[in-house]
């Protein structure tokens, strides 16, 4: 959610501004070459960019993250409060998961969590997470300007994971 995200930032920077020098300062922290923010939505920018390599790393990172890999993972809603008021519900972005489990049926992975986005100069876009299996793996999937990102990441997990 847009509006939610601009709180955070605020609340932890005290600007978008300041908030977005803090993202790009932890991508060079993280060797990311080809990844830079000009806001902290994800709404369309020139200045805005990354590659599918990458956003795979930035959500290696956030599922290190205790906090982050819970968000990502959950099944339930949060509330943020206002002055002890829920003043906005955040729905898990895991929400899909029972979508990806249907059919076809994933034979190979469970998936956990991820986040999805989409901007007419993007396309849909998706980054998920799953445990495989038999070896209990965390793979990582990115799909990126496709209307049918469920599709395609049913069948690179079935076809490519284990």
């Known amino acids: 959610d847009t509006v939610a995200v601009l709180m955070l930032a605020d609340h932890i920077a005290g600007s978008e501004e300041n908030f977005v020098k803090l993202m790009n300062d932890k991508a060079r922290e993280l060797?990311?070459?080809?990844?830079?923010?000009?806001?902290?939505?994800?709404?369309?920018?020139?200045?805005?960019?990354?590659?599918c390599r990458e956003m795979?790393?930035?959500?290696?990172?956030?599922?290190d993250n205790p906090l982050c890999k819970e968000l990502l993972t959950s099944t339930k809603p949060y509330k943020?409060?206002?002055?002890?008021?829920?003043?906005?519900?955040?729905?898990?972005?895991?929400?899909?998961?029972e979508r990806l489990s249907s059919k076809p049926k994933l034979n190979t992975v469970t998936v956990t969590g991820g986040k999805t986005g989409?901007?007419?100069e993007s396309g849909h876009?998706?980054?998920?997470?799953?445990?495989?299996?038999?070896?209990?793996?965390?793979?990582?999937?990115?799909?990126?300007?496709?209307?049918?990102?469920?599709?395609?990441?049913?069948?690179?997990?079935?076809?490519?994971?284990?």
């Open 31 to 51: 060797g990311l070459k080809d990844t830079h923010f000009d806001n902290c939505t994800g709404l369309f920018s020139e200045d805005n960019y990354t590659t």
């Open 80 to 97: 943020i409060l206002i002055d002890g008021e829920a003043a906005y519900t955040l729905w898990s972005p895991s929400w899909y998961r």
């Open 56 to 63: 795979a790393a930035i959500m290696a990172y956030a599922l």
């Open 125 to 162: 876009c998706l980054v998920s997470t799953a445990i495989g299996l038999s070896s209990g793996k965390r793979y990582i999937q990115v799909v990126v300007g496709d209307n049918k990102a469920g599709e395609d990441i049913k069948y690179v997990y079935n076809n490519f994971a284990n």
């Open 118 to 120: 989409y901007i007419p």
